[in-house]
């Protein structure tokens, strides 16, 4: 049983986290679609990716923009839930298929940042 | 019981609040499909060169120039008016929170111009 005082607490910790995580995105998002996104005329090119995933900061900011972006994302869509979703059976589904999205995507993300960042390249 | 929120009740939709209220929402749900696409679409560069360029020049046509345009302009409103959020919840943003939406607005505005320039310069129309 949960009584007012969790819940609230509970709330105002998911509450801050979302501006914390906000505040890192802003940052985080910003520079890299000017960096990524802004890259220059012409297709991506996959030798070119590889050496800037093999700074040896890249996989650690990569890391904590995926964590913050995913949990900013997903924890964004809880709170869309809880207030327009008020059946039970519905909440539950949902929020297992936010979590389910949330693991499945961090591990895809977790995949192409190793992938990248510790490849040997045989040039 | 909470108080069930109507997605668009029109009494309160006089007010610049409410419709930053909803335009955030709204960004953030279109935010996070494109989040989960394009985690999975850069995924393709553990399949090896080959595939990732493939996908690239895919992805490198016009069309998906100008949906970029487009995607620059929610992350930037999200981004922007987000900001404006932390601003009004943790200083007295309640006395101000009209201009500073405004003001932020401009500079979203400002930004998006600007990128647009840069991605619409980047557009290779000659096919691949």
Known sequence: MKRIGET?????????????SAVILFVL???????????????????????????????????????TALYHGLNGVWTVIEDYVHSKGWRIFLYSLLITVGVTFLFVGILTIVNGSFIKLNK | MHKRIKFFDPTYYKFVGSWAWILHRLSGIALIFYLSLHLWVINTLTKGPETFNKVMVFLNQPLFKILEIGLWGVILFHAFNGIRIVIVDFYKGSL???????????????L????????????HWGGN
């Open chain 2, 112 to 123: 998006w111009v600007a990128g647009s320039y840069m991605l619409i310069s980047h557009i």
């Open chain 2, 96 to 110: 101000f929170h009209k201009r500073l939406f405004y003001f932020f607005i401009i500079i979203a505005l400002l």
């Open chain 1, 8 to 20: 609230s607490k509970t709330g105002g910790i998911a509450w801050l986290l979302q501006r914390i």
């Open chain 1, 29 to 67: 998002l910003l520079s890299h679609f000017i960096t990524y996104h802004f890259i220059g005329k012409g297709a991506i090119e996959y030798s070119k990716i590889i050496e800037k995933m093999q700074q040896w900061w890249f996989p650690l900011i990569q890391f904590l923009f995926l964590i």
